[in-house]
């Protein structure tokens, strides 16, 4: 039976690794009355390594997540970990970006509508009108802020200003085909996450379905990641493929690549709003 | 820089769940001076479930792994835990079951021999003599014992005498075509791995290519899983499948079967040698 | 440059294979002035087999799609053939049964819209309201046939009907949970497509996912099938499978097979309105 | 029954595409009595492009492949088709090229075994003398060129020269770490099959590995292609990728990848020498 007074909070941790971690944090949870439910570690070297970690604990008591924070910050210290500690009733607040596209942002309103993703979306922007219709049939706001080359800084800051005001915790890229400027991805740092339709590296930049097909692969990918300003960069937090053949011209290409597109970022999506995921330098680890 | 007397041990933990586990067992291995390089954890139910537990550990100190053993009893006795602390130093012992088809033999030498596959195979034991050359080419002891309807007793007695005389931990079936009696699998509960040449419980008992065929499936499978009396009922480790389409005959789908086979079995005797599987009543858990 | 008065057809043909099939039917193409763009046959043995073919053409002349069907009977009669000669610009017609799950529903829309599945819907059948306000979003009519053990056969009665009315060529349960009864199916032969939430033949009947779950299996599955008189049993046209693993509930299975389940019955569907599918007994051809 | 004087043929075709074509070749086979088994065509584009075409086909009677290459060539010239007429009895002869890391020979190895790769495999030429035993082991001679800066015109002369003596039809570098040369290259078009570590064009050059790890990826592939004189950039055959986690190492990458790298070799191998593949300019139709 579940208690009322019991929320499921997962924490997060990175730091050097040293002897002790998991025994600090486990103590300290035991002591709160907190129970552990799952938990997942990784060590990039045994010695002299990155520690990083993911729990996922019920809190079985009083104490609110905000007082279980304020306890942990003295473990936390003592072994000087980057961390945080969110409550997993709280759902992410979810901004998605979209241009004329329309099969990824479908894919993710409907995970959404049926409970798969477990989070809120209260806007979706776009450069263009095209995706009005959709946002309204699921309820959910749109803004129209179109982006030429002399309104990019306006449209930004309109952007980040309804980002603020909708206190959104991550921007989804779900085909929004204009690129950001530096300081708009620096705002939200390892919080924006863009769908690009190749399985990078391969295919960086523009067209990679025409490059696809100039290359004959025989197998089209798409690669879900973070947006950093080294543009195709970011760190990748998932990858899907599927296989295709000599009679895929361009067009059947782009078909076909739209499943792996709106697959891979889906996943990536997902795994991101339930604190799957940390950023080690360029790379992700998703945990389990 | 690795210390001589450093050692990897894995602790694999089975009992009913309760607060405080994690936190016992981080604790006790702290203490020791023993440092978690990786830890994965699974509870059936947050509510009165089954709690499952592995961690990987490296002894930094003095303590051999058996002393580790008898100081942790005591945590395990307190949580009536099923355990055991496996030293990684220790290599499996494997003894290959086979018949007269080699691929999945030959598969798990391949991976032996590469170093992938972390073991001691030091015995082959076959009801024919096809795979001796095989055997002897690899330096690995074969032992050809017949079987017919007459002396299958007296054939797994030497069986089992041949599994104690070497010491054997698992016995893996790479295409036995012999069903086991009931009391050579008791005997060995939980440490015989077959491959099941179809997609379990597609296609239960003889002939699963045939019947592949018969229904026209376009994905054929392969299921690698712990043997148990009830004849292809066992704990499935792991499985995969191969597509296939209308031009595959029976004879295409058992060539193109046998890669599913091989694939499948070696990432499950892989695994159970890695002691990375646990078993919950008729399933396992496969921990990453 | 595209002649106007050039058409796409798409011929398939069934019949006993014996020596100049592809000869003469070749030859009456050519001398009817019509372009092979892709041919592709498959006989079931060389040997007194059936032979089966799939020829997409283009009518480089005054010949109507009709005139050719004329001349070609000939030919057909001659060898005895089950034959059909489609008009590629003629989409088909589907009429989509549903229930109160949508991701399949959804799936095929979305790729109606987006230009991959290249037919015409008009309508939808139901036998709840749930999926009214999608039905109209998209512009396509919505029938709400409510089915209770008293009225099946009128309401059935009632679909047929509608389905005669509405010219339709194929009938797609996307998720419809009623069983169609034996008249109703045979009036429709080869031309019901279903997807069943398992990879049949395992998991046969109802709660496939509780007893993929009971089961302990790594892959679960999803099967688009013709629909026949013997419940899950007819001919397999499509499958597809998801990696999961222990840490997946009912309802965690349940979340993932959609997926399977809406990318299976995609593909079956794209093949069938596009000709590439021959039923042969209880198989399917699916041509490339 | 199988007729004593009937062979199994496989024609292949490379022209312009233009009207007639394929009704003049099955009008050809029939008139000499032979049987289309399998046909498959390709076209670029149905307005000016390239046809390609693969047909198996029985010879019904007395007329030996070399009579039908004779009589057909009048056919071929008349659509100046590119073409060659394979008589399926006589096998393929492979030479394997291999350096010290066995993985992708010994697939090739119990491939052929296995009877999966019909083919010759009489030499197996090696940069170094690690593999010796493995083709003693089975049968195959093995010869021993050592490559280093100053012999490598000569080494290449006598590689040529067994190539030569031992009329092989195909080279497959089953992970040979030498660039051959431009020459070499050139004297066996599209007869030289490598295997390249990586899911080409991502991780060109030297280490792929070391870059997947240093980049993250989520999956890493391998690449079986025709060698060019542009290194990495001939024609690729097949592709395939396995999932992989920030867990995987270098050392686990490389492990992991080594299955991918075999299957994609054997595979295009095994399509090479059913003479399935045909090369169009920088790119491979691969017919099923």
């Not at 993703?117 to 309204?136: G, W």
């Amino acid at each position: 039976m579940s208690n009322s007074s019991q929320h499921r909070a997962r924490l997060l941790i990175s730091c050097a690794d040293q002897p002790g971690i998991v025994a600090a944090v486990s103590d300290f949870f035991f002591k709160q009355g907190a129970n552990i439910v799952q938990s997942d570690q990784y060590t990039t070297d045994p010695e002299n390594g990155m520690f990083f970690m993911r729990i996922e604990l019920d809190t079985n008591q009083q104490a609110s997540v905000q007082e279980l924070r304020d306890a942990f910050s003295a473990v936390a210290a003592s072994f000087q970990m980057d961390w945080r500690l969110e409550d997993a009733q709280i759902k992410k607040r979810i901004a998605i970006f979209v241009s004329k596209e329309d099969h990824c942002l479908l894919e993710l309103l409907w995970r959404w509508r049926s409970g798969e993703l477990d989070a809120e979306i209260p806007l979706i922007i776009s450069n263009h009108e095209t995706m009005k219709d959709v946002a309204e049939s699921y309820g959910i706001s749109f803004y129209h802020i179109p982006v030429d080359k002399k309104n990019k800084q306006s449209a930004e800051s309109e952007a980040l200003r309804l980002i603020a005001s909708h206190r959104v915790d991550v921007v989804v890229l779900a085909r929004y085909m204009q690129i950001l400027s530096d300081s708009f991805v620096e705002s939200l740092e390892n919080k924006i996450i863009n769908i690009h339709h190749s399985f990078l590296p391969a295919f960086i930049g523009a067209n990679p379905y025409q490059k696809a097909f100039d290359r004959g692969v025989k197998l089209i990918g798409a690669t879900a990641h973070y947006v950093t300003n080294d543009l195709d960069e970011g760190p990748i937090i998932e990858q899907d493929v599927l296989r295709v053949n000599h009679r895929y011209a361009v067009k059947e290409l782009k078909v076909a690549g739209r499943n792996a597109e709106k697959l891979a970022l889906a996943r990536a999506v997902k795994w991101h709003i339930e604190d799957k995921v940390l950023v080690n330098q360029n790379k992700t680890i998703v945990f389990p």
